[in-house]
């Protein structure tokens, strides 16, 4: 019987579907491209799997520019797969989308009323890369259902919301908190399955703040 | 290989070596069977290998008769009321019309065919009496013949109800004469069809023993002179006088007929009748016209109540959709767009309503009924139908061969897992719920005007990265769609960098002059604005850094 070694206790923990508080969940990630952001993150990157949010104050503060780098990261992966843009505030311009190396070719933009429906389409197709989705309202029941459509469909969601939402509950995987400064942004983990709990600072890389 | 097969065999590889006279139509390769070769050149001098006569031909013939074709044809594809009364169908004109096929319900009250019709209305008041209708008999047929190509395609019509099969090649792929001629009825039984079905050499013999009821499988010709004999004459469906005439003398059976001396019959029955004989035994070649598919599906159905609900005609639309799949799986195509058509009952006081059309493109071919369903569900649903529905139109559009894809073996998301089958689907699904406007891809147009320099792209397939573009001035990640005037919001703006001074465009009358900068507003947003260059001299904000 493994279970009576001595390490057996460790191993059990070690277990994906098992994670304990602070302790370091082994869970599935995709790099963020941003190292204090990957090394203050539980798995060291996005989720690979599951619901995102991202809360900033408002629309164009830099807050798509924290997925640039995997979105032009997705622009290698074969075989090619849809990245979709669930009503987004306004048009993504492709010239600097693909400025900055990502496959314009792979974007399909969504537009809806109903954004929370065409998340759930998006997710549970597997058709996907990545769905990005901006919300404005929405309640923890619907967020749920995203968050078990994004598990049938094994695809990584992102949804941005407000701010003013931070005290609500939500059943993502991962909530970060945005707020744009100078060079870069400050970004604070509400809920994470064992990050860190500190501010993480991060920087663009072409000193390009956003504010 | 059995030894028949062989010689078969021998007699149609000696057809592929022989010569070409340019007398004759017929070409080395050209007739797939001797007896084909024969029609088409009866001088042709057929030399035999070993055996017997040249007109024996190895083919294998599945009739079918649909004994109560005048019947479906007109309840098909509606579904049936609960308590709907007997129904009888009368042959119209004349001035006495006689019942050509009734329904159990009639039969049970004492209708039979060849009934007046007024002996029948006398007996079953509440008879459901309809005039019969030819064409949809042979739309039907039509519908059963396609519906056969899946096992042969050679197909041929045997109006009015009757079909014919050659499947002498496809015996070994279906596992033999009884499981193919199972197959064959259980297509017959998913149509909604009562067929009997006969196997044997000749198509005549197969319709015979199909109109008798008899279910035998016959490969061989040795056996099919005594299958034949003892069924009665009629079945042949000869003129009436030569049957009577047959019948005077004695001559009720196929049996006794192929027993009078030839030269006699065919003196006193004209060698008409004594060719027929000799089709019949396989001694004569046996052509039948090939049954050619429609190019474009085409079907509708009248459900016998009025539809309200866009469930009740999904419901409705489901045999159509499947009858839409056979079709397109017979013929190895797929569809982009399916037209639909809801006929609406005639409003009295608003003329104009008379149908709703519904059109669906699909992103990627199609072809499977479920997909179809599914997505008609959707639009249906988003559907306003201003009168009930009492008639369900589909066509197809244009049919394109379907390249066949095997399934992945990875789910997309796993390991090498790509979305080639789901991203249409998922494309289908949001336009069909949200409008075809509102799911589109971008691509990229070589222009300095920064919002023609993008273009909004069909979403039909996924490329692999094209080339990187070429450096840029600074652009924003977010572009509005149309500039926004600023007005004195400018003076709350802090210029950050700028002028990029872009003025192009003259010649198709859409030119730009202006001057762009990049600001920051007091919120801390980087905006990306610009001057037009000509009088008023007006500020716009055109995109956001994100």
Known sequence: MSLLKGNSLAQLLEHPAIWRGRSAARIDTLSTGFRALDEGLPGGGWPRIGLTEILAPRHGVGELRLLLPLLARLAAVSPPRWVVWIAPPFEPYAPALAAHGVCVERQLVVRTETPLWAMEQALDSGACELALAWVRRAQPRSLRRLQLAAGRGRTPGFLFRALTTACEASPAELRVLYEPDEAGATLRLLKSRGGVRTPIGIRWEDGDGAA | MAPRDRAASDRRAFLTRGRASPASAVAPGMAPTPAMAMAMAPELQLVQSELGLATEVAEAWIALHLPALVLESLTHGSVPAAAAPPLAIFEPGGSMPRLVAVDAAARARGVVPGLTLAAALALAPALDARPRQPRRERALLARLAEACFAFTPRVSLEPPDGLLLEVRGSLGLFGGAAALCEAVQARCGALGLGARHALAPTPLAALALARAGRAVAITGSERLVGALAALPLALLRWPPSTLARLESMGVRTCGEALRLPRAGFARRFGRGML??????????????????????????????????????????????????????????????????????????????????????????????????????????????????????????????????????????????????????????????????????????????????????????????????????????LWLLKTPQHLGQGIRSLRLLEGPERIETGWWDGQDVARDYYVARDCAGAKLWIFRERLPPNEWFLHGVFG
């Open chain 2, 275 to 476: 060719e027929d004989l000799d089709r019949l035994v396989g001694r004569r070649p046996d052509l039948r016209r090939p049954f050619v598919a429609r190019a474009a599906f085409r079907g509708r159905c009248e459900p016998s109540f009025e539809l309200e609900h866009h469930e009740a005609i999904l419901r409705h639309l489901e045999p159509l959709l499947a009858s839409l799949e056979s079709f397109l799986r017979s013929r190895q195509a797929a569809v982009c767009l399916l037209r639909l058509r809801l006929g609406h009952r005639p409003d009295p006081h608003d003329a104009s309503v008379r149908a709703t059309p519904l059109e669906l493109r699909l992103a990627a071919p199609e072809f499977s009924a479920a997909r179809f369903g599914a997505l008609l569900g959707e639009h249906l649903a988003r559907l306003v139908l201003p009168a009930p529905v009492i008639r369900i139109g589909l066509r197809s559009g244009e049919l394109q061969p379907l390249a066949a894809q095997s399934g992945a073996l990875w789910r997309p998301g796993e390991h090498g897992g790509g979305g080639a089958r789901e991203s249409p689907a998922l494309i289908e699904r949001l336009r069909a719920r949200l409008g075809a406007g509102a799911v589109y891809a971008l691509c990229l147009v070589p222009e300095h005007r920064p919002e023609r320099a993008w273009q909004v792209a069909e979403p039909s397939g996924l490329h692999e990265p094209g080339a990187p573009a070429g450096p840029r001035g600074r652009r924003p």
